[in-house]
Protein backbone atom coordinates (compact mmCIF):
# COMPACT_ATOMS: atom_id res chain seq x y z
CA UNK A 1 0.00 0.00 0.00
CA UNK A 2 1.00 3.74 -0.96
CA UNK A 3 1.18 6.58 1.48
CA UNK A 4 0.03 9.26 0.25
CA UNK A 5 -0.10 11.51 2.92
CA UNK A 6 1.19 12.22 6.53
CA UNK A 7 -0.13 10.35 9.56
CA UNK A 8 -3.49 12.56 11.00
CA UNK A 9 -1.79 15.46 13.21
CA UNK A 10 -5.30 15.53 14.85
CA UNK A 11 -5.94 13.52 17.47
CA UNK A 12 -8.80 14.12 19.74
CA UNK A 13 -8.15 11.37 22.51
CA UNK A 14 -4.64 12.51 23.35
CA UNK A 15 -3.31 15.89 25.27
CA UNK A 16 -1.22 18.23 22.52
CA UNK A 17 2.73 17.94 22.51
CA UNK A 18 3.68 20.69 24.27
CA UNK A 19 5.40 22.09 21.43
CA UNK A 20 2.14 21.95 19.26
CA UNK A 21 -0.06 23.69 22.48
CA UNK A 22 -1.53 26.94 21.60
CA UNK A 23 -3.07 29.82 23.52
CA UNK A 24 -3.43 30.00 27.20
CA UNK A 25 -1.17 32.53 27.52
CA UNK A 26 -2.08 34.26 30.43
CA UNK A 27 -2.97 31.29 32.25
CA UNK A 28 0.68 29.88 31.36
CA UNK A 29 2.39 33.28 32.46
CA UNK A 30 0.14 32.98 35.61
CA UNK A 31 1.94 29.64 35.99
CA UNK A 32 5.48 30.86 35.45
CA UNK A 33 4.95 33.75 37.88
CA UNK A 34 4.24 31.14 41.00
CA UNK A 35 7.03 29.05 39.71
CA UNK A 36 9.45 31.65 40.09
CA UNK A 37 7.77 32.47 43.05
CA UNK A 38 8.00 28.83 44.44
CA UNK A 39 11.60 28.28 43.48
CA UNK A 40 12.62 31.57 45.61
CA UNK A 41 11.02 30.06 48.51
CA UNK A 42 7.60 31.90 48.61
CA UNK A 43 5.48 28.75 47.77
CA UNK A 44 2.94 28.99 45.12
CA UNK A 45 0.49 26.54 43.90
CA UNK A 46 -2.72 26.85 41.64
CA UNK A 47 -5.49 24.82 40.30
CA UNK A 48 -6.30 23.85 37.13
CA UNK A 49 -10.21 24.03 36.17
CA UNK A 50 -12.31 23.04 32.78
CA UNK A 51 -14.67 20.69 31.64
CA UNK A 52 -14.31 17.59 29.77
CA UNK A 53 -12.07 18.11 26.76
CA UNK A 54 -11.18 21.51 27.27
CA UNK A 55 -6.94 20.93 27.77
CA UNK A 56 -6.47 20.46 31.27
CA UNK A 57 -4.53 17.31 30.61
CA UNK A 58 -2.62 19.16 27.74
CA UNK A 59 -2.08 22.37 30.01
CA UNK A 60 -0.87 20.20 32.54
CA UNK A 61 1.74 18.67 30.24
CA UNK A 62 2.86 22.37 28.71
CA UNK A 63 3.51 23.28 32.44
CA UNK A 64 5.41 20.38 33.02
CA UNK A 65 7.92 21.37 30.04
CA UNK A 66 8.31 25.00 31.20
CA UNK A 67 8.76 23.82 34.48
CA UNK A 68 11.37 21.19 33.21
CA UNK A 69 13.32 23.86 31.09
CA UNK A 70 13.41 26.09 34.20
CA UNK A 71 15.10 23.24 36.01
CA UNK A 72 12.31 21.96 38.19
CA UNK A 73 11.64 18.43 38.99
CA UNK A 74 8.21 18.39 37.45
CA UNK A 75 6.44 15.27 38.38
CA UNK A 76 2.97 14.42 36.06
CA UNK A 77 0.56 12.21 37.44
CA UNK A 78 -3.44 11.09 37.67
CA UNK A 79 -5.13 10.48 40.30
CA UNK A 80 -7.80 8.49 38.04
CA UNK A 81 -6.76 4.65 38.74
CA UNK A 82 -6.19 5.19 42.87
CA UNK A 83 -9.90 4.22 44.57
CA UNK A 84 -10.38 4.53 48.04
CA UNK A 85 -7.99 7.75 48.49
CA UNK A 86 -6.72 8.63 52.05
CA UNK A 87 -4.47 10.98 53.25
CA UNK A 88 -2.03 8.14 53.52
CA UNK A 89 -2.23 6.90 50.09
CA UNK A 90 -1.82 9.96 48.51
CA UNK A 91 1.28 10.86 50.78
CA UNK A 92 2.64 7.25 49.81
CA UNK A 93 1.70 7.74 45.65
CA UNK A 94 3.30 11.08 45.39
CA UNK A 95 6.50 10.30 47.32
CA UNK A 96 6.64 7.15 44.88
CA UNK A 97 5.97 9.17 41.70
CA UNK A 98 8.92 11.46 43.06
CA UNK A 99 11.57 8.26 43.45
CA UNK A 100 9.58 7.54 40.01
CA UNK A 101 10.17 10.73 38.55
CA UNK A 102 14.57 10.58 39.98
CA UNK A 103 14.73 7.14 38.55
CA UNK A 104 14.06 8.43 35.46
CA UNK A 105 16.21 11.27 35.52
CA UNK A 106 19.04 9.21 36.77
CA UNK A 107 18.50 7.37 33.54
CA UNK A 108 18.91 10.25 31.31
CA UNK A 109 21.96 11.34 33.63
CA UNK A 110 20.60 14.32 34.55
CA UNK A 111 20.39 14.05 38.02
CA UNK A 112 23.77 11.44 40.04
CA UNK A 113 23.57 8.08 41.19
CA UNK A 114 24.26 9.52 44.73
CA UNK A 115 21.23 11.71 44.91
CA UNK A 116 19.37 8.61 43.36
CA UNK A 117 19.91 6.55 46.01
CA UNK A 118 19.02 9.02 48.50
CA UNK A 119 16.05 9.23 47.40
CA UNK A 120 15.08 5.96 46.92
CA UNK A 121 15.82 5.09 50.46
CA UNK A 122 12.81 7.56 51.43
CA UNK A 123 9.60 6.23 52.77
CA UNK A 124 6.58 7.75 54.86
CA UNK A 125 6.11 5.57 58.08
CA UNK A 126 2.35 4.50 57.18
CA UNK A 127 3.60 2.76 54.03
CA UNK A 128 3.02 -0.51 54.30
CA UNK A 129 6.98 -2.29 54.17
CA UNK A 130 6.75 -4.29 50.85
CA UNK A 131 9.71 -6.70 50.67
CA UNK A 132 12.45 -4.39 51.00
CA UNK A 133 14.84 -4.87 48.38
CA UNK A 134 17.98 -3.02 50.95
CA UNK A 135 17.43 -4.19 54.46
CA UNK A 136 17.94 -1.22 56.72
CA UNK A 137 18.83 1.00 54.30
CA UNK A 138 15.06 2.60 54.43
CA UNK A 139 14.60 5.84 55.77
CA UNK A 140 11.23 6.69 57.27
CA UNK A 141 9.33 9.94 57.58
CA UNK A 142 6.49 10.20 59.51
CA UNK A 143 4.41 12.36 56.92
CA UNK A 144 4.43 13.78 53.48
CA UNK A 145 5.86 17.07 54.21
CA UNK A 146 9.37 15.45 55.86
CA UNK A 147 9.34 13.13 53.26
CA UNK A 148 9.21 15.93 50.66
CA UNK A 149 11.56 18.12 52.66
CA UNK A 150 14.28 14.92 52.75
CA UNK A 151 13.91 14.73 48.93
CA UNK A 152 14.47 18.52 48.88
CA UNK A 153 17.74 18.45 50.44
CA UNK A 154 18.95 15.63 48.37
CA UNK A 155 17.80 17.88 44.93
CA UNK A 156 18.86 21.16 46.14
CA UNK A 157 21.80 22.47 44.16
CA UNK A 158 20.87 20.43 40.94
CA UNK A 159 17.12 21.25 40.96
CA UNK A 160 15.06 24.37 41.74
CA UNK A 161 11.61 23.54 42.97
CA UNK A 162 9.76 20.64 43.04
CA UNK A 163 6.41 20.48 41.25
CA UNK A 164 3.13 18.27 41.44
CA UNK A 165 1.17 18.42 38.38
CA UNK A 166 -2.10 15.96 39.81
CA UNK A 167 -4.62 15.41 37.02
CA UNK A 168 -8.26 13.43 37.12
CA UNK A 169 -7.73 15.45 40.65
CA UNK A 170 -11.51 15.95 41.76
CA UNK A 171 -10.96 13.22 44.19
CA UNK A 172 -9.27 15.16 46.15
CA UNK A 173 -12.48 17.11 46.74
CA UNK A 174 -14.47 14.68 48.45
CA UNK A 175 -15.83 14.97 52.19
CA UNK A 176 -15.63 18.98 51.71
CA UNK A 177 -12.07 18.82 49.77
CA UNK A 178 -10.59 16.58 52.84
CA UNK A 179 -7.59 15.68 50.27
CA UNK A 180 -7.05 19.42 49.36
CA UNK A 181 -6.68 20.65 52.64
CA UNK A 182 -4.40 18.13 53.82
CA UNK A 183 -2.56 19.34 50.58
CA UNK A 184 -2.70 22.92 51.96
CA UNK A 185 -1.80 22.40 55.39
CA UNK A 186 1.42 20.20 53.75
CA UNK A 187 2.16 22.83 51.84
CA UNK A 188 2.18 25.66 55.02
CA UNK A 189 4.38 23.52 56.71
CA UNK A 190 6.84 23.31 53.89
CA UNK A 191 6.53 27.18 53.46
CA UNK A 192 8.13 27.55 57.31
CA UNK A 193 11.45 25.75 55.87
CA UNK A 194 11.03 27.62 52.50
CA UNK A 195 10.99 24.12 50.73
CA UNK A 196 9.97 24.89 47.18
CA UNK A 197 7.28 22.44 46.14
CA UNK A 198 3.90 23.91 44.07
CA UNK A 199 1.26 21.53 43.98
CA UNK A 200 -1.12 21.87 41.14
CA UNK A 201 -4.48 19.95 41.31
CA UNK A 202 -6.16 19.63 38.09
CA UNK A 203 -9.62 18.78 37.01
CA UNK A 204 -13.19 19.17 36.59
CA UNK A 205 -12.91 21.19 40.43
CA UNK A 206 -15.84 22.81 41.83
CA UNK A 207 -14.73 24.41 44.97
CA UNK A 208 -12.94 26.50 42.80
CA UNK A 209 -15.78 26.26 40.03
CA UNK A 210 -17.67 29.52 38.97
CA UNK A 211 -21.18 28.97 40.66
CA UNK A 212 -19.68 30.91 43.33
CA UNK A 213 -19.25 28.60 45.63
CA UNK A 214 -18.69 31.65 47.75
CA UNK A 215 -15.75 32.52 49.87
CA UNK A 216 -12.86 29.68 49.99
CA UNK A 217 -10.02 29.38 51.47
CA UNK A 218 -9.24 26.64 49.31
CA UNK A 219 -9.32 29.21 46.66
CA UNK A 220 -6.28 31.63 47.95
CA UNK A 221 -3.91 28.19 48.11
CA UNK A 222 -5.00 27.01 44.79
CA UNK A 223 -6.60 29.96 43.06
CA UNK A 224 -7.99 28.29 39.39
CA UNK A 225 -7.03 28.23 36.15
CA UNK A 226 -10.00 28.28 34.02
CA UNK A 227 -9.53 26.89 31.13
CA UNK A 228 -12.41 27.63 28.85
CA UNK A 229 -12.97 26.70 24.71
CA UNK A 230 -10.53 28.62 22.07
CA UNK A 231 -11.46 31.99 21.09
CA UNK A 232 -11.41 32.20 16.95
CA UNK A 233 -7.96 33.36 16.65
CA UNK A 234 -6.41 30.16 18.86
CA UNK A 235 -8.61 27.82 16.93
CA UNK A 236 -7.26 29.34 13.75
CA UNK A 237 -3.69 29.68 14.91
CA UNK A 238 -4.73 25.51 16.09
CA UNK A 239 -5.61 24.37 12.95
CA UNK A 240 -2.82 26.51 10.73
CA UNK A 241 0.03 25.09 13.01
CA UNK A 242 -1.13 21.06 12.45
CA UNK A 243 -1.40 22.10 8.65
CA UNK A 244 1.41 23.58 8.56
CA UNK A 245 3.40 19.97 9.63
CA UNK A 246 2.19 18.26 7.18
CA UNK A 247 2.04 20.18 4.76
CA UNK A 248 -1.55 21.04 4.02
CA UNK A 249 -2.84 24.32 3.41
CA UNK A 250 -6.41 25.13 4.36
CA UNK A 251 -8.67 27.95 2.82
CA UNK A 252 -8.95 31.22 4.73
CA UNK A 253 -12.81 31.39 5.11
CA UNK A 254 -12.76 27.46 6.98
CA UNK A 255 -11.89 29.29 9.72
CA UNK A 256 -15.50 30.39 10.68
CA UNK A 257 -16.98 27.63 9.81
CA UNK A 258 -15.05 25.64 11.54
CA UNK A 259 -15.33 28.11 14.52
CA UNK A 260 -18.98 27.99 14.22
CA UNK A 261 -19.47 24.34 13.93
CA UNK A 262 -16.99 23.49 17.28
CA UNK A 263 -17.13 26.92 19.46
CA UNK A 264 -13.51 26.34 19.71
CA UNK A 265 -13.84 23.25 22.09
CA UNK A 266 -10.95 22.03 21.98
CA UNK A 267 -11.91 18.64 21.97
CA UNK A 268 -15.01 18.94 19.72
CA UNK A 269 -11.91 21.00 17.47
CA UNK A 270 -9.46 18.22 17.18
CA UNK A 271 -12.08 15.57 16.07
CA UNK A 272 -13.84 17.85 13.47
CA UNK A 273 -10.05 18.65 12.11
CA UNK A 274 -9.79 15.11 12.48
CA UNK A 275 -12.39 13.96 10.58
CA UNK A 276 -11.93 16.61 7.77
CA UNK A 277 -8.16 15.54 7.42
CA UNK A 278 -9.17 12.07 6.83
CA UNK A 279 -11.02 13.09 3.57
CA UNK A 280 -7.78 14.48 1.81
CA UNK A 281 -7.78 12.66 -1.39
CA UNK A 282 -4.39 11.62 -2.47
CA UNK A 283 -2.49 13.91 -3.83
CA UNK A 284 -4.69 16.83 -2.48
CA UNK A 285 -2.91 19.62 -0.69
CA UNK A 286 -5.35 22.07 0.78
CA UNK A 287 -8.63 21.48 2.73
CA UNK A 288 -11.50 22.97 0.90
CA UNK A 289 -15.42 23.01 2.13
CA UNK A 290 -16.10 19.74 0.55
CA UNK A 291 -14.31 17.59 3.17
CA UNK A 292 -16.11 19.82 6.00
CA UNK A 293 -19.03 18.69 4.07
CA UNK A 294 -18.17 15.60 4.18
CA UNK A 295 -17.17 15.43 7.78
CA UNK A 296 -20.55 17.32 8.72
CA UNK A 297 -22.37 14.24 7.69
CA UNK A 298 -21.15 11.61 10.14
CA UNK A 299 -19.32 13.98 12.80
CA UNK A 300 -21.74 13.89 15.94
CA UNK A 301 -23.29 10.95 14.99
CA UNK A 302 -20.49 9.04 14.88
CA UNK A 303 -17.78 10.69 15.91
CA UNK A 304 -18.77 12.86 18.59
CA UNK A 305 -20.91 9.51 19.62
CA UNK A 306 -18.13 8.24 22.04
CA UNK A 307 -17.70 11.71 23.87
CA UNK A 308 -21.59 12.97 24.29
CA UNK A 309 -22.67 9.67 25.50
CA UNK A 310 -21.38 10.83 29.33
CA UNK A 311 -23.54 13.72 29.18
CA UNK A 312 -26.57 11.77 27.88
CA UNK A 313 -27.27 8.42 27.27
CA UNK A 314 -25.38 7.93 31.22
CA UNK A 315 -27.58 10.39 32.74
CA UNK A 316 -30.55 9.58 35.05
CA UNK A 317 -34.56 9.72 33.99
CA UNK A 318 -35.25 13.48 34.80
CA UNK A 319 -31.70 14.72 33.37
CA UNK A 320 -32.05 13.13 29.90
CA UNK A 321 -35.86 14.89 30.09
CA UNK A 322 -34.43 18.36 31.18
CA UNK A 323 -31.64 17.50 28.43
CA UNK A 324 -33.84 16.71 25.52
CA UNK A 325 -35.90 19.81 26.43
CA UNK A 326 -33.17 21.68 25.97
CA UNK A 327 -32.20 20.07 23.06
CA UNK A 328 -35.45 21.31 21.47
CA UNK A 329 -34.85 25.39 22.51
CA UNK A 330 -32.95 27.66 19.85
CA UNK A 331 -29.52 27.59 21.03
CA UNK A 332 -30.13 25.35 23.75
CA UNK A 333 -31.29 27.57 26.25
CA UNK A 334 -34.19 27.52 28.86
CA UNK A 335 -34.97 29.23 31.73
CA UNK A 336 -36.16 27.42 34.79
CA UNK A 337 -40.07 28.39 35.14
CA UNK A 338 -40.18 27.12 31.30
CA UNK A 339 -38.44 24.21 31.70
CA UNK A 340 -40.57 23.32 35.00
CA UNK A 341 -43.63 23.56 32.43
CA UNK A 342 -42.78 21.66 29.80
CA UNK A 343 -41.89 18.82 31.88
CA UNK A 344 -45.01 19.13 34.11
CA UNK A 345 -42.59 18.74 37.44
CA UNK A 346 -42.25 21.53 40.18
CA UNK A 347 -39.23 24.04 40.23
CA UNK A 348 -37.66 22.72 43.41
CA UNK A 349 -37.80 19.37 42.23
CA UNK A 350 -36.04 20.03 39.08
CA UNK A 351 -33.36 22.27 41.04
CA UNK A 352 -30.91 19.42 42.34
CA UNK A 353 -30.89 17.69 38.62
CA UNK A 354 -29.83 21.09 37.39
CA UNK A 355 -27.58 21.51 39.93
CA UNK A 356 -25.77 17.86 38.58
CA UNK A 357 -26.10 18.87 35.45
CA UNK A 358 -24.06 21.88 35.81
CA UNK A 359 -21.74 19.87 37.74
CA UNK A 360 -21.17 17.30 35.47
CA UNK A 361 -20.60 20.02 32.55
CA UNK A 362 -23.86 18.95 30.47
CA UNK A 363 -24.90 23.05 30.80
CA UNK A 364 -24.35 25.80 31.72
CA UNK A 365 -26.19 28.39 34.01
CA UNK A 366 -25.83 31.65 31.90
CA UNK A 367 -27.94 33.55 34.39
CA UNK A 368 -30.57 33.69 37.57
CA UNK A 369 -32.74 30.45 36.54
CA UNK A 370 -31.26 30.09 33.17
CA UNK A 371 -29.59 27.41 31.65
CA UNK A 372 -27.94 26.51 28.74
CA UNK A 373 -26.29 23.03 26.95
CA UNK A 374 -22.64 23.11 27.04
CA UNK A 375 -22.67 22.72 23.21
CA UNK A 376 -24.54 23.31 20.59
CA UNK A 377 -24.02 19.79 19.04
CA UNK A 378 -25.12 17.91 22.49
CA UNK A 379 -28.88 19.37 21.17
CA UNK A 380 -28.32 17.82 17.89
CA UNK A 381 -26.83 14.87 19.36
CA UNK A 382 -29.62 14.12 21.79
CA UNK A 383 -32.32 14.80 18.96
CA UNK A 384 -30.88 12.24 16.75
CA UNK A 385 -30.93 9.59 19.64
CA UNK A 386 -34.55 10.59 19.92
CA UNK A 387 -35.43 10.02 16.04
CA UNK A 388 -33.49 7.07 16.06
CA UNK A 389 -35.36 5.92 19.38
CA UNK A 390 -39.31 6.71 17.33
CA UNK A 391 -37.62 4.74 14.29
N1 LIG B 1 -3.76 24.36 24.14
C1 LIG B 1 -3.98 23.42 23.24
N2 LIG B 1 -3.36 23.46 22.04
C2 LIG B 1 -3.61 22.51 21.12
N3 LIG B 1 -4.44 21.49 21.29
C3 LIG B 1 -5.08 21.38 22.45
C4 LIG B 1 -4.89 22.33 23.50
N4 LIG B 1 -5.66 22.00 24.53
C5 LIG B 1 -6.30 20.88 24.17
N5 LIG B 1 -5.96 20.48 22.93
C6 LIG B 1 -6.49 19.30 22.23
O1 LIG B 1 -7.84 19.11 22.65
C7 LIG B 1 -8.11 17.76 23.00
C8 LIG B 1 -8.53 17.66 24.45
O2 LIG B 1 -7.44 18.04 25.28
P1 LIG B 1 -7.13 17.38 26.70
O3 LIG B 1 -7.12 15.90 26.61
O4 LIG B 1 -5.91 18.05 27.20
O5 LIG B 1 -8.40 17.87 27.52
P2 LIG B 1 -8.86 17.49 29.00
O6 LIG B 1 -9.52 18.69 29.54
O7 LIG B 1 -7.73 16.93 29.77
O8 LIG B 1 -9.91 16.36 28.69
P3 LIG B 1 -10.60 15.32 29.71
O9 LIG B 1 -11.70 16.05 30.37
O10 LIG B 1 -11.10 14.22 28.82
O11 LIG B 1 -9.53 14.87 30.66
C9 LIG B 1 -6.83 16.98 22.67
O12 LIG B 1 -6.96 16.44 21.39
C10 LIG B 1 -5.76 18.03 22.68
O13 LIG B 1 -4.75 17.67 21.78
MG1 LIG C 1 -7.54 15.13 30.77
Redesign the pocket.
Known sequence: MIVHRLPNPF??????DPT?????VSELENFKQKLMQTANGSLASMAVA??????????LH?CKAIAEEHNALAIYCSLNEIDELSKERLATFLIRRVKEKVREEKILERLSNEIFKVIQRIRIKTEKVEISLVEGEEEAFPNLQSALTAAWKALKGTKNAIVFLIDEARVLERNRAELLLYLRAVLEQLQIERIPVMIIPAG?LTITGPAGTGFSPLVRTFPPAV?ENFTEEEAAS?ITKKLKQVGIGVKESIFEKVYNVTEGH??V??AYMNSAYSRLQSGQKKLENLHFEAADVDFVRVDLAPFFARFYDQAGRISRQVLSAMADMPKGEISLSELAKKLGLEMNELSPHLGKLVQDGSIIRIDRGKYKLFHHLLGEYIKNKQKKNRE
Do not use: A, E, M, Q
Open positions: NPGSPVDFVGRGGYGVGKTSFKKIFPFLT
